[in-house]
């Protein structure tokens, strides 16, 4: 089952075709033989064409019905391929291809423990099967069971040392699961494997990696070498130009961001970002503009932030505690509106003010460090 299954995934083609119809139907082998010729070479009209003239000699020819369940697969019409191989299956129970198209397509439509089920029967009587054990574990992951997605992606490492879906499936897992240290491990080992053709992806998820640890030098050197082989990518920008934050290079962040936005200049969070650099470098005119520009696609309450920070720096201290009050208004849960507004007010020597503005808080029932922090600095 397994060399078959493996053997599917890298032809498209059902080997055992021509002998199992040459006997009974020479038309019908020859039919079949082209249809998964044509699916090989994505010629998906002409392959559809040749499995619906064998069902017209065949009702329920499980080859056919496989054929067209995986042309609609490949064309994304995974409800369309799931009918076919269910019609496969109430005929041919436990048919591998109609199984396997059909975990697929669950797996595409984000019916994740639907696949799960699937791909464990073929596990039951083949538990070395690469191909579908790494599929599972990729189905685990996406349903965040943490403990059946490694101990299957360490299985197939186990079988086969450095195999890239596990390595990455790794790298993605524990990343997914804040294990940041944990994913550079696993994306360093990919990359030592391929340093002559490496993938740009796993250049930036190793960034991003060192993005989240705060070791942002080191994440600027793997941004850097993914824009080497693509000077436009998005991740590759977003990435350096957060390190460059991070490093408190907000002149430089600005190019990155401003790169982003050649691109793609109704971005709203890239646009926002960008104001941010530019009001702590102290162009206030400048990040207005950004903010405003943020503001005008939609409503964006880290633009009306910082215009209400803006209104703070210039010493405009009504109207940055009129913005902030608005904001609370609307989103009362985010505790940095309230550490903006309570410093207003310390500005405006209203220290009984900032207290009550700290306390409202508070009353809420969320706990924040930063806000009991500031309260016990100010109270004392």
């Known amino acids: 089952m397994s060399s078959q299954l493996e053997n599917q995934e890298k032809t498209g083609e059902t080997p055992e075709i021509e002998t199992a119809f040459t006997e009974n139907n020479d038309e019908i082998a020859i039919l079949s033989k082209k ?121 197939v490492l186990d079988m086969e040392e450095n195999n890239a879906y596990a390595l990455i499936g790794l790298g993605h897992l524990h990343y997914d699961f804040k294990e940041y240290k944990d994913a550079l491990y696993y994306w360093t080992k990919m990359l030592e494997q391929n340093e002559k053709a490496v993938d740009i992806r796993v250049l930036t998820s190793i960034g991003n990696c060192h993005r989240k640890l705060k070791t942002f030098d080191k994440g600027v050197y793997y941004f850097e070498r993914a824009l080497q082989n693509d000077p436009n990518n998005f991740y590759a920008l977003f990435g350096l130009a957060d390190c460059y934050r991070g490093m408190n290079q907000q002149y430089r962040s600005i190019e990155y961001w401003n790169r982003i936005l050649e691109k793609d200049p109704k971005n709203k969070v890239i646009l926002t970002r960008a104001g941010d650099a530019y009001r702590n470098t102290g162009d206030y005119r400048k990040a207005a503009e950004y903010y405003n520009k943020a503001m005008d696609i939609d409503f964006d309450i880290y633009a009306a932030l910082g215009l209400a920070l803006i209104c703070k720096g210039e010493g405009k201290y009504d109207e940055a505690v009129d913005r902030l009050n608005a904001l609370i208004r609307g989103d009362q849960k985010n505790y940095r509106l309230y550490i903006d507004l309570a410093d207003c007010y310390i500005k405006m020597n209203q220290r009984n003010k900032a207290i009550d503005t700290l306390r409202a808080f508070q009353k809420i029932g969320i706990r924040s460090t930063a806000i009991n922090e500031m309260l016990e600095k100010i109270s004392a």
């Open 35 to 155: 249809g998964y010729q044509y699916l090989k070479e994505n010629r998906i009209l002409e392959a559809k064409d040749a499995f619906n003239k064998i069902l017209a000699l065949e009702e329920n020819n499980n080859y056919a019905l496989v054929g067209l369940g995986d042309s609609e697969r490949k064309q994304n019409h995974f409800r369309e391929a799931v009918d076919y191989y269910n019609r496969c299956l109430a005929v041919h129970p436990g048919n591998n291809y109609a199984l396997f198209g059909l975990a697929d397509c669950y797996k595409a439509m984000n019916q994740f423990h639907k696949a799960i089920d699937i791909w464990e029967q073929y596990l039951v009587h083949d538990d070395r099967n690469i191909t579908v054990l790494t599929r599972v574990a990729d189905a685990y992951r996406k349903i965040r069971d943490f403990k059946k997605s490694k101990l299957l992606y360490l299985k």
